[in-house]
C-alpha cells in the first residue's frame, strides 16, 4: 500500500466550477498535511496547510482534513483557468517538531479548468 | 524575503561524472530536504539535514550524497551518474518551529545524464 494516494485524475472543470482534490494516506501517525500546486516545468508551490480535523479556508481553496478516514481533500471555488495544474498532497509523520522530517508525497491529480 | 535559491539551474553531465548541486534556504530556516522527481516514480525523498546533521535518509544509493554548512546551505552530490539520474532535483526548506514544518521548494535544478 502507497503511503499517499489521490485520484490520478485528469479532472477536468468548467471555469467558475468547484474543483474537488482527494487524498487518502496510509499512517494513522501523521502529523501534518500539505497541498502543493505544480505547474508543468516548474517547482511545487505551497498553497495549504492542514494540522487538526476539520476544514481550513484560504481564499477560494479549503482543505479538509478527517484523521480517523485518513483522508485530506482539497476544494477549489470559482475554479479559473490559471488553477490548470498538477496537485500533490504530501504527508509528514516525522514527530520531531522542530525539524521537516520526510514529506510523503501522492503521485498528483493534473487538473484542468477549461473556459 | 529571498525564497529558496537552487544552482545551477540545468546541467547536462556524461555518465559516470559526478556532479553537485547547491541549495541556499530561506533566511532562518534550519531544515533542508532534497527530493528527486521524475515522471515515472513522481517526488521520492533523498535526505534531510539540520544543523549540519542529516536527520534522515532516502531509499537511493550511496552514489547520492549530501551535506549542510554552518550557514544552513546545503549540497548534494551524484557520483558515478547512471543515465537514471536524469531528473529535476528539488530543494525544499522548512523553519524551526515544532509542530508547523511547512517546506518551500526551489525552483530546481534539471539534471540530465547523456
Known amino acids: 500500500q502507497k503511503e499517499v494516494e489521490q485520484n490520478s485524475g485528469p479532472l477536468s472543470v468548467p471555469e467558475g466550477a468547484i474543483a474537488s482534490l482527494n487524498c487518502t494516506y496510509s499512517d494513522r501517525g501523521s502529523q501534518s498535511f500539505f497541498w502543493y500546486r505544480q505547474y508543468s516545468g516548474k517547482s511545487p508551490e505551497l498553497i495549504m496547510s492542514?494540522?487538526?480535523?476539520g476544514d481550513k479556508e484560504d481564499g477560494r481553496f479549503t482543505a479538509q482534513l478527517n484523521k480517523a478516514s485518513q483522508y485530506v481533500s482539497l476544494l477549489i471555488r470559482d475554479s479559473q483557468p490559471s488553477d490548470s495544474a498538477t496537485y500533490l498532497c504530501?504527508?509528514?509523520?516525522?514527530?520531531?517538531?522542530?525539524?521537516?522530517?520526510?514529506?510523503?508525497f501522492g503521485r498528483g491529480t493534473q487538473l484542468t479548468v477549461w473556459p | 524575503k529571498a525564497g529558496v535559491t537552487q544552482t545551477p539551474r540545468y546541467l547536462i553531465k556524461t555518465r559516470g561524472q559526478q556532479v553537485t548541486l547547491s541549495c541556499s534556504p530561506i533566511?532562518?530556516?534550519?531544515?533542508v530536504s532534497w527530493y528527486q522527481q521524475t515522471p515515472g516514480q513522481g517526488l521520492q525523498f533523498l535526505f534531510e539535514?539540520?544543523?549540519?546533521?542529516?536527520?534522515n535518509k532516502g531509499n537511493f544509493p550511496g552514489r547520492f550524497s549530501g551535506r549542510q554548512f554552518s550557514n544552513s546551505r546545503s549540497e548534494m552530490n551524484v557520483s558515478t551518474l547512471e543515465l537514471g539520474d536524469s531528473a529535476l532535483y528539488l530543494c525544499?526548506?522548512?523553519?524551526?518551529?515544532?509542530?508547523?514544518?511547512?517546506?518551500?521548494f526551489g525552483q530546481g535544478t534539471r539534471l540530465t545524464v547523456v
Open positions: 504530501a504527508v509528514n509523520r516525522d514527530d520531531r517538531g522542530s525539524t521537516l522530517g520526510r514529506l510523503y
Open positions: 539535514y539540520f544543523s549540519e546533521t542529516q536527520r
Open positions: 533566511s532562518g530556516h534550519r531544515s
Open positions: 525544499a526548506s522548512s523553519a524551526n518551529r515544532v509542530k508547523n514544518t511547512e517546506a518551500f
Open positions: 492542514i494540522y487538526s480535523n
